[in-house]
C-alpha cells in the first residue's frame, strides 16, 4: 500500500504540461480546483472529466500512476459513499430493509462525491508529477512575492512547502523498510484486532521520528555548510518565462471553467 503512494514525485518529461510555466500552472490548478466545487451536479464533473483526461494524455504521464495515487484513499472513498448512502434521506426509495433506506438522491450524491475526490487528486498531482520541486519552490515563491512588502517571509515558506513536499516519497521509502525489517523480526503489524495493530504501530513510528530528525539535521547541517541564509540576495540558475503555450493553457482552463458554470447554471 505504502508504494502506491506517489504523492510529491516528480517524473520528467518533455510534455507541453512540462515545459509549462510552473507559476501558470499552480494558477491553473488553483482555477481546476475552482472547477470542481463549482457545479452541484454530475453532468458539471463531466466537464472537469473531460479537461483532466486531456491534461493526462497531453502529459504523457502513465495512467497508472494516477490509478496508484488514488488507491491509497480508496478506504475513504468507500467510508464517504457509506455515509452519504445512509444519511442522505431525500428523494425516491430505491432500496428499504428495516431501518435502512436508500434512496435516489443518496446514490446521486454518493456518486457526485467520489467522481470530485478522484478528479481532485488526478488533476492536482499532475502539478507535481510534471514539475520538480525546485522548480516549485521558485515558482511559489514569486507568486507570493507581492507579501514580502508586508514582512511575510516568502522565501522561508515556500522552501519549507518544497522541502515537505520533496521528502514525502522519502519517508514513505523509510516506512516500508522499517515494517520489512519489523516483519523480519517477528513482529504481527497486519494482523490482530484494531487495538493490537495501534499498539504495533508504536514500533514503526518511534523509528521513523528518529530517523526523520536525523535526517533533518543533516539537511540543516549540509545547507549551513553551503552558506545558506534564506532568499536575501540569493540568484537563480533558470530564469521563469512565459510563452505563448502558457496563455494558451489559461485561457483553455478558463474556457473549462466557464463551461462548468453555464452548465451548472442550465442544470439549475
Request: hydrophobic share 50%; proline share 4%; aromatic share 10%.
Given at each position: 500500500?505504502?508504494?502506491?503512494?506517489?504523492?510529491?514525485?516528480?517524473?520528467?518529461?518533455?510534455?507541453?504540461?512540462?515545459?509549462?510555466?510552473?507559476?501558470?500552472?499552480?494558477?491553473?490548478?488553483?482555477?481546476?480546483?475552482?472547477?470542481?466545487f463549482t457545479g452541484s451536479n454530475i453532468v458539471c464533473l463531466a466537464v472537469g472529466a473531460v479537461?483532466?483526461?486531456?491534461?493526462?494524455?497531453?502529459?504523457?504521464?502513465?495512467?497508472?500512476?494516477?490509478?496508484?495515487?488514488?488507491?491509497p484513499i480508496f478506504p475513504f472513498l468507500i467510508l464517504t459513499a457509506v455515509m452519504n448512502l445512509?444519511?442522505?434521506?431525500?428523494?425516491?426509495?430505491?432500496?428499504?430493509?428495516?431501518?435502512?433506506?436508500?434512496?435516489?438522491?443518496?446514490?446521486?450524491?454518493?456518486?457526485?462525491?467520489?467522481?470530485?475526490?478522484?478528479?481532485?487528486?488526478?488533476?492536482?498531482?499532475?502539478?507535481?508529477?510534471?514539475?520538480?520541486?525546485?522548480?516549485?519552490?521558485?515558482?511559489?515563491?514569486?507568486?507570493?512575492?507581492?507579501?514580502?512588502?508586508?514582512?511575510?517571509?516568502?522565501?522561508?515558506?515556500?522552501?519549507?512547502?518544497?522541502?515537505?513536499?520533496?521528502?514525502?516519497?522519502?519517508?514513505?521509502?523509510?516506512?516500508?523498510?522499517?515494517?520489512?525489517?519489523?516483519?523480519?523480526?517477528?513482529?504481527?503489524?497486519?494482523?490482530?484486532?484494531?487495538?493490537?495493530?495501534?499498539?504495533?504501530?508504536?514500533?514503526?513510528?518511534?523509528?521513523?521520528?528518529?530517523?526523520?530528525?536525523?535526517?533533518?539535521?543533516?539537511?540543516?547541517?549540509?545547507?549551513?555548510?553551503?552558506?545558506?541564509?534564506?532568499?536575501?540576495?540569493?540568484?537563480?540558475?533558470?530564469?521563469?518565462?512565459?510563452?505563448?503555450?502558457?496563455?494558451?493553457?489559461?485561457?483553455?482552463?478558463?474556457?473549462?471553467?466557464?463551461?462548468?458554470?453555464?452548465?451548472?447554471?442550465?442544470?439549475?
Amino acid at each position: 500500500m505504502l508504494r502506491d503512494i506517489t504523492i510529491g514525485q516528480y517524473f520528467p518529461g518533455e510534455s507541453i504540461i512540462h515545459r509549462l510555466d510552473p507559476r501558470f500552472k499552480i494558477v491553473i490548478t488553483f482555477i481546476y480546483i475552482l472547477m470542481l466545487f463549482t457545479g452541484s451536479n454530475i453532468v458539471c464533473l463531466a466537464v472537469g472529466a473531460v479537461y483532466t483526461i486531456m491534461a493526462i494524455l497531453i502529459s504523457k504521464i502513465p495512467f497508472k500512476m494516477f490509478v496508484k495515487s488514488i488507491k491509497p484513499i480508496f478506504p475513504f472513498l468507500i467510508l464517504t459513499a457509506v455515509m452519504n448512502l445512509v444519511f442522505v434521506g431525500s428523494g425516491d426509495i430505491v432500496f428499504e430493509w428495516k431501518f435502512l433506506k436508500i434512496t435516489q438522491d443518496a446514490i446521486n450524491t454518493s456518486v457526485f462525491m467520489i467522481v470530485r475526490i478522484v478528479l481532485l487528486i488526478a488533476g492536482s498531482s499532475l502539478l507535481t508529477y510534471t514539475t520538480s520541486p525546485i522548480t516549485l519552490t521558485d515558482a511559489i515563491e514569486r507568486l507570493l512575492s507581492p507579501l514580502k512588502k508586508i514582512k511575510v517571509p516568502v522565501h522561508e515558506l515556500a522552501m519549507m512547502m518544497s522541502i515537505a513536499l520533496r521528502f514525502i516519497p522519502t519517508l514513505i521509502e523509510e516506512t516500508d523498510k522499517i515494517m520489512s525489517a519489523q516483519k523480519a523480526r517477528g513482529a504481527e503489524i497486519d494482523t490482530g484486532s484494531f487495538t493490537t495493530r495501534a499498539k504495533n504501530m508504536v514500533s514503526i513510528l518511534v523509528p521513523l521520528f528518529i530517523s526523520s530528525f536525523r535526517r533533518a539535521d543533516e539537511l540543516a547541517t549540509a545547507m549551513e555548510c553551503r552558506c545558506y541564509h534564506g532568499g536575501e540576495g540569493r540568484t537563480r540558475l533558470r530564469q521563469m518565462k512565459s510563452a505563448s503555450r502558457d496563455y494558451i493553457a489559461l485561457v483553455l482552463t478558463l474556457v473549462f471553467y466557464g463551461g462548468a458554470i453555464a452548465v451548472n447554471i442550465l442544470a439549475d
